[in-house]
């Protein structure tokens, strides 16, 4: 009598497209942009020349340039409230730093890295060291960071705004790194694009192809089972909140060597910005979930939104409903898509 077949393993089966595709974290925000790029197409008629386009691209990368890191922490299962106002006070050290110190323009860019950085590392220590959640510590840091730059801004210059360093050294070379932009025909193309092109693909080749996103996953799916197969969630944490302080600086400079001057109450806000891209792009509250694609294209609905609704000649105090109502129907959309991958799988 020959022997009964074995069953065969469910994890050597082919995966059809349809369930691929319903499994990617970022089906509903593409679903999503392209019904805002069609409405849009339609309500506005200036929505679709290429300056509009140039204009577009460059709210995005701005917002996207942060929501990239905040994609991946959240995706981490944490949160970080002090990231617009680090943005800031990035800027302001550079600035203030170059200024006071009457030093080459690069030694106070230098100097804003590492502050930026320990503010990033600030937060990752104090989470992991006293427990308490993420929104708590990235609170306070946020209020912290608030009452800092307003403080040191008066205190040493004497107003609430820094002195031009455009006639300093090294100034031009800097504005050509963060600040410089190309034009393409009718196309403006800004640098920050690159910038914000460049961390999507870092980012997702971190995440998809290295050590390093496996375990951004285990930790955001549940710390105390990755800790138990060997993740290094201290580390993997830290390291989380040090890239958006990285992300945060290259912001910080692009603000100081596009506009000269920094206004020290900037940036109160604009956290709400980048998470709300990261949700949009597919990423949970939960976290575990989520894709650094996602955050670009969530970033793109919003520089789309913002945008359309001044080329469509609305009153722009509409905006801030427009991005509600886009955050709850996003949400609801990516947990219908993933209902809908489970249910295929």
């Known amino acids: 009598m020959s022997a009964a077949a074995a069953p065969a393993d469910e994890r050597l089966s082919p995966v059809s497209p349809l369930r691929r595709l319903l499994a990617r974290p970022e089906l509903g925000a593409v679903v999503g942009a392209v019904a805002v790029f069609v409405f849009f197409s339609f309500a506005a008629d200036s929505f679709l020349r290429p300056a509009s386009l140039s204009t577009i691209l460059y709210s995005a990368s701005t917002i996207g340039i942060m929501a990239v890191p ?3 922490l959240m995706i981490g299962g944490e949160f970080d409230l002090s990231a617009g106002v680090m943005v800031t006070s990035s800027a302001l050290v550079s600035s203030m730093f170059s200024y006071q110190m009457t030093a080459n323009v690069w030694v106070g860019v230098g100097v804003s890295l590492l502050v930026t950085l320990g503010f990033g590392l600030f937060n990752g220590f104090m989470l992991t060291r006293t427990k308490l959640p993420s929104f708590i510590i990235t609170l306070g840091t946020f209020l912290m960071l608030t009452g800092l730059n307003l403080g040191f801004t008066k205190l040493i210059g004497g107003t609430v705004s820094t002195k031009t360093i455009a006639d ?5 070379s800097a504005h050509a790194l963060f600040a410089s932009q190309w ?3 009718s196309v403006t193309l800004k640098v920050t694009v690159l910038w914000w092109f460049a961390l999507v ?7 998809l192809r290295t050590r390093a ?11 105390d089972a990755a800790r138990a197969v060997g993740v290094p969630v201290v580390r993997t944490r830290i390291g989380l909140y040090m890239g958006v302080a990285l992300c945060a600086w290259i912001s910080g400079q692009h603000i100081l060597f596009s506009y000269d001057v920094v206004q020290s109450g900037e940036g109160v806000g604009n956290e ?18 989520g894709s650094a694609i996602g955050s670009a294209v969530g970033a793109f609905i919003f520089g789309m939104t913002s945008n359309g609704i001044v080329y469509a000649q609305w009153n722009p105090d509409w905006f801030k409903f427009f991005l509600g109502a ?3 129907l996003a949400t609801l959309l990516n947990a219908w898509v993933r209902k809908r991958a489970e249910v295929t799988s």
């Not at 300093?168 to 031009?172: D, N, R, S």
Request: with cysteine; charged share 0%; proline share 4%.
């Open 70 to 72: 905040v994609a991946l």
């Open 168 to 172: 300093m050294e090294g100034f031009p």
């Open 183 to 185: 034009t393409i025909g």
């Open 201 to 207: 693909a870092l980012a997702t080749w971190i995440l």
């Open 213 to 223: 996103g496996n375990w951004i996953f285990a930790v955001g799916g549940g710390p």
């Open 272 to 289: 709400f910005l980048y998470i709300i891209a990261a949700v949009i792009g597919g990423c949970l509250m939960t976290g575990g979930y």
């Open 326 to 328: 886009m955050l709850l």
